[in-house]
Structure formats: C-alpha cells, structure tokens
C-alpha cells in the first residue's frame, strides 16, 4: 500500500469505539475522519452492525463495509474478528455500486475471518424462539452461533474461499449437520441445496477479496500509514464487560481491535469514545435508565431512534455516565465525540445519571449480575436545559445549558469532550 500524502490534516491513527449500547452515532465521527486516514480496519462484529452517515442529504447505512468505502482515498481492511456474511456482503456491494460507489479495488477482507451461513441464521433464530420472553433480541444476522462455531472450533474462514469446489463439499457437510440441530431446537431447517445455490456466488465474488490482511497491517504498519480502527456496537453490549447475556457475541473495546486485526497496542494512536447524548438500547435486557410512557416516546421520536439494521424502535433515557465512565476506564479513553446533542434541545431540564442506588446502596459502577444491575435505580443530577438550535453553532456560541452539559460530562468522566453532534448532516459537527 503507497501513502496517501494529498490531506492537508494531520495523519495519525486512530480508534473509535461506542461506549454505550451501540447506535451512538459512529458512522458519522468516523466517517469524518476518514480521510485524514489511509487505512479503515473493522474488527469485530458483523451485518448486525449498521453505520448510518448522511452524505449531502443522501443517507447511506452500512453494515459490513467499513465507512472508509465512502472515500476514493481510504484502503478499507474488514478484519479477522469480523464475521462475514457473503450474501449481506454483496447486497451492501451491489447497493453502494447503484449510487456511484464501487470499492472492490480497495477492499480487503481477512483469510481468518468467519463466515456467517445460511444454518447461522437459523440458530440464532431457534435459540431466540426457544428462549421465549428471556430472548436476547438479537438482530437475527446469525452473529451468536458464528461466534459460538468460531470458538468451538468448528467455524468456517474466508481463506476456504481460495478452493471453492473444497468449500462447497464442506457447506453441504455443514449444512446437514446444522440442520440436526435446527430441528431439535424446534427451529426452521435450511433448504440444503437452495442454500448452497444462493450462497455460492456470493462466495465466488468475494473470493477476489480474500487477503492475509495481517501481514497487509503490518506492511501498511512499517511504511507509517495511519489507520482507523472502526469499532461496532458499544461497550456496554461486550461478551465480558456488557450486561451479559444480553449483550453481542464479540469484544466491542480496545481488546477487539488488537486481536481482531492482528495489529498492536503500539499501532492504535488515540482512542475516541462516541457518546450520544442520551442513552438508547435496542433488545432485551437491564436499562436502568430507561424512559417508559409518553417522554421516552417522545425521545425516540425525536431523536429518530428506530434501528438502522432491524427498524426495531430503540429503548430510550436520560445518558446514563456511571456506563461511560465504566467504558472510558476499560478501554483508555482519550477524548469523547458526544453526538445528537441538538435531540436535547427544548428540555427545560436535562436529568444526568450519575450513580445507582442498589437496595438503598449508593453504586458508582456497573454491578455484573444481572439480578443487581435489574433493581438499579438511576441517581439524577438536573443541568438546565436551552432552547437555542445548535447547528452551524461553534463552541462558544453553543448555548450556555448546552455548554455546561458538556463540561458537567468531562468533569464527571474525566475526558475531554472534542466534537460535539449538532445535526445528522456530515458538517454538523463542532470541532474543539
Ligand atoms: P446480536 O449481535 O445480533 O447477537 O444481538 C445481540 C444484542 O446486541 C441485541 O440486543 C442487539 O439488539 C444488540 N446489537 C447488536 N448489534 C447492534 C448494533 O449495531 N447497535 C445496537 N445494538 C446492537
């Protein structure tokens, strides 16, 4: 990979990564920043993923493919913690082509990344129908039992792609066996040669793209290219750190970005944690800050908060920061982008959680059982509200409410906050 010297902006790596229950508005600040990067690298996740950026009033969601496609310049790496659905893959392909966006050239994807295949699904939808009203509320893109094959050893890697007639005997072999354990889980069996002719082509024109993307890193890595490490999901949705179970299937931090790229802890540069200015979460599971009745409606509203992969309406309350100092401590957080913050505008009051109280206990951190994190009741501080419009402000002409909103989240976290959101449009950000 040459260096791409044409930016005027400075060139340093960076990462970004949501610290709440994903949907913080990461597809914009990354989106921003790509192209004072070379390379954008995604790491963990897969098709559940869904990165919304507004590109002169036109809006673009994207699911597998880093945001980096969206710029001539960016090399764009889809890593080996990426779980890859070749049909989601082509769709997302075919859909950026129709608007004048073709990034084949420039897109490289992992040998040992996993595959998401057409039984990934069906599990994840029995698991989830055989769960009943404690199901998770995943995204059905068969994210779970991809991570769970992956882990028991008996996943399926990109690099099968280099011998396709070998990978198709090892699909109908997978596909057989899966459907065994659809059927005991009372789920939906797959068409076993309907799969395999739908999901052969997609495989074949993603063969082409299929690299040892490590060693690419570590070339692009030597020369100095910068990079953009683009992280899915939130922190509080991590297999270890989120409110397990119901959280994703793979590590949304700084550990996800290492392992899930092959690149070290000396190659990210600084870490920026994105955080709406309010707190959103799609799917089951404990929220504590969560508004219920007529204002959480409102909110949702207002703020547009239905799910860019599914459209499922989002869970919405007051931003909860006992969750975003948890975050910004586990991963090294540098500086924060707080997005969405013209959605608060109008509140006479704007409620802030800054702690939890747990059987009439005072709790500054997220407890890991489930049992204790379900009777939290969220502790409020009220900062006044403003009712100016943000957009096209600069920092100093933010209105003093949503000057202090600011400064109340740094001083409480203890990272600076360097961009604020003030519209879904691209320049609707105030850098600092
Ligand atoms: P899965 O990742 O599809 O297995 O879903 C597990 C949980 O993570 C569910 O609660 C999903 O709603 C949530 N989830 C997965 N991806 C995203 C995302 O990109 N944004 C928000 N929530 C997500």
Known sequence: MAADTSATNPRKSRVVLGLQWGDEGKGKVIDLLADRCDVVVRCQGGANAGHTVVVGGKKTVLHLLPSGVLHESSRCVIGNG????????????????????????RLFISDRAHLVLPYHRALDAAAEKAKGDAKVGTTLRGIGPCYGDKVARSGVRCGELRDLAAFEVRLRAHLTQANVLIRAAGGTEVEVERAIAEVMPACRRMAPMIADTASILHQASAQRLSFLFE??????????????????????????????????HKDLGEVIGVVKAYSTR?????????????????????????????????????????????????????SIALTKLDILTGEPEVPVCVAYEIDGVRVDTIPSRLEDLSRAKPIYERLPGWTQQLSGSTFDGLPAGARAYIGFIEERVGVPVRWIGTGPGRDEIVVR
């Open 82 to 105: 990426v779980v890859i659905d070749p049909l989601a893959l082509c769709h997302e392909l075919d859909d950026l082509k129709a608007g004048g966006c073709d990034p084949v050239k």
């Open 231 to 264: 992280g899915a999901q939130g922190v509080m949705l991590d297999i270890d750190y989120g409110t397990y179970p119901f959280v994703t299937s793979s590590n949304t931090g700084i550990g996800g970005v290492i392992t899930g790229s092959g690149l070290s």
């Open 282 to 334: 799609v799917g089951g599971g404990p929220f504590p800050v969560e508004l219920l009745g007529a204002k959480g409606d409102e909110v949702r509203k207002r703020g547009s908060e239905f799910g860019a992969t599914t459209g499922r309406p989002r869970r919405c309350g007051w931003l909860d920061l006992v969750a975003v100092r948890f975050a910004c401590r586990l991963n090294g957080v540098d």
